[in-house]
């Protein structure tokens, strides 16, 4: 058996800086095994969706993304 654990990212990181801001989200993303992204209308122009994406997929966790909604929606370039 497995743990499961939700733990998103309820606060912002507190800096502007992108490189403090990929060593926190880092940080978070090495300690877990799958990775979902939840796809709306804007996911695909979020700044950091992909980034985030590859690199749960450079650490070896497991990642996939579902629908939110009932249309054709654009993915992120990690998900095609």
């Not at 880092?26 to 979902?36: E, S």
């Not at 070896?60 to 009932?70: C, E, I, K, P, V």
Request: some cysteine.
């Amino acid at each position: 058996a497995s743990d499961l654990t939700d733990d998103p990212i309820r606060e912002p990181v507190g800096s502007a800086r992108s490189s403090y801001i990929k060593r926190v989200l880092r940080q978070m993303i090495r300690h877990v095994d799958v990775v979902m992204c939840l796809i709306g209308n804007g996911t695909a122009w979020r700044e950091w969706v992909d980034w985030e994406l590859e690199t749960a997929n450079e650490n070896g966790a497991a990642y996939g993304a579902f629908g939110l909604s009932d249309h054709e929606v654009a993915r992120p370039r990690s998900c095609e």
